[in-house]
């Protein structure tokens, strides 16, 4: 599907004519018509109702002409990226993280970002904790954010509070506690605890010497061992919601996530605004 059968067809739309349409692109109402049937083809459905005074839309055309718009946009916003990259005129931003980032936050994120700042472009990198620093100092990246930076991370380098994360407790539908609206560490007596390991040092320890033998790091890499986890109706401690079973506040205090940066500039400024601004709206999911 070309940018030049959408225009077409949106001339027809607007002009509700063939030959009105061809007039204004200059071109031949039998080329129009070629175009339009070669789209109407492409989907599978006819787009418009011709009699012999016009065209009107079908059901269909009106269900597709606000979506092809929008594509039409997307094809020429594009573009104008692609040229003023060529130009260098796009700033970019690079971030770097140690977390696998949800999908959605990632996507909302830049998406934010860039319609805010036209001329701006984000990049995320994720890396290990160890490469964080030297990425940064190498000037290979802007900036990193982390979650949960323990004491001796890091140390003398500026950063900045982007917001917390509720730690949650992950249960099935079908477990014992599904239904409290809050999870202490009273609550866990029962079952196996998994925690994950971005949770800081202290929890781990406070954890360990309650319940021994019962707690379990969770692999932050491995999904699939938190879906296996919880069908032996455990509990997990992990440092957000996530998408599927039950996601309960446990009560413990907020982790902080912090962006590490070496200098000040306009960029990262809106990079915050952008992220607090996508975590007020939206807090359930920063990371996988």
């Given at each position: 599907?070309d940018?030049?059968?959408?225009?077409?067809?949106?001339?027809?739309?607007?002009?509700?004519s063939?030959?009105?349409?061809?007039?204004?692109?200059?071109?031949?109402?039998?080329?129009?018509?070629?175009?339009?049937?070669?789209?109407?083809?492409e989907?599978?459905?006819?787009?418009?109702?011709?009699?012999?005074?016009?065209?009107t839309?079908?059901?269909?055309?009106?269900?597709?002409?606000?979506?092809?718009?929008k594509?039409?946009?997307?094809?020429?916003?594009?573009?104008?990226?692609?040229?003023?990259?060529?130009?260098?005129?796009?700033?970019?931003?690079?971030?770097?993280?140690?977390?696998?980032?949800?999908?959605?936050?990632?996507?909302?994120?830049?998406?934010?970002?860039?319609?805010?700042?036209p001329?701006?472009?984000?990049?995320?990198d994720?890396m290990?904790?160890?490469?964080?620093?030297?990425?940064?100092?190498?000037?290979?990246?802007?900036?990193?954010?982390y979650?949960?930076?323990?004491?001796?991370?890091?140390p003398h380098?500026?950063?900045?509070?982007?917001?917390?994360?509720?730690i949650?407790?992950?249960?099935?539908?079908?477990?014992?506690?599904?239904?409290?609206?809050?999870?202490?560490?009273?609550?866990?007596?029962?079952?196996?605890?998994?925690?994950?390991?971005?949770?800081?040092?202290?929890?781990?320890?406070?954890?360990?010497?309650?319940?021994?033998?019962r707690?379990?790091?969770?692999?932050?890499?491995?999904?699939?061992?938190?879906?296996?986890?919880?069908?032996?109706?455990?509990?997990?401690?992990?440092?957000?919601?996530?998408?599927?079973?039950?996601?309960?506040?446990?009560?413990?205090?907020?982790?902080?996530?912090?962006?590490?940066?070496?200098?000040?500039?306009?960029?990262?400024?809106?990079?915050?605004?952008?992220?607090?601004?996508?975590?007020?709206a939206?807090?359930?999911?920063?990371?996988?």
């Amino acid at each position: 599907m070309d940018s030049a059968k959408l225009e077409t067809f949106l001339y027809v739309c607007k002009e509700k004519s063939f030959t009105k349409a061809a007039e204004k692109l200059f071109i031949t109402p039998a080329a129009i018509k070629k175009q339009i049937d070669s789209l109407e083809n492409e989907i599978g459905t006819p787009l418009f109702l011709r009699t012999a005074s016009g065209c009107t839309l079908t059901p269909a055309g009106e269900i597709f002409q606000p979506r092809a718009r929008k594509i039409l946009n997307l094809i020429y916003d594009s573009v104008e990226a692609a040229r003023q990259a060529k130009k260098e005129q796009l700033q970019k931003l690079h971030i770097g993280h140690s977390v696998r980032l949800h999908y959605a936050f990632a996507s909302s994120l830049a998406t934010y970002y860039t319609e805010a700042y036209p001329g701006e472009f984000l990049l995320f990198d994720r890396m290990k904790k160890t490469e964080l620093l030297s990425s940064l100092k190498d000037r290979a990246i802007d900036g990193f954010f982390y979650i949960n930076p323990q004491k001796g991370d890091f140390p003398h380098v500026p950063n900045i509070l982007l917001g917390t994360s509720q730690i949650h407790a992950i249960v099935q539908q079908n477990h014992p506690l599904s239904k409290r609206k809050m999870i202490t560490f009273q609550d866990l007596g029962l079952y196996d605890i998994f925690i994950s390991a971005v949770l800081d040092h202290d929890l781990y320890e406070s954890l360990e010497s309650r319940f021994g033998a019962r707690l379990h790091i969770l692999d932050k890499e491995d999904r699939n061992s938190l879906i296996f986890s919880l069908q032996r109706n455990a509990i997990i401690l992990y440092p957000c919601p996530v998408d599927h079973d039950i996601s309960i506040p446990f009560g413990y205090p907020p982790l902080e996530i912090r962006l590490y940066y070496l200098k000040e500039q306009p960029n990262l400024q809106h990079f915050i605004q952008q992220f607090q601004k996508l975590l007020a709206a939206n807090a359930r999911t920063v990371i996988m």
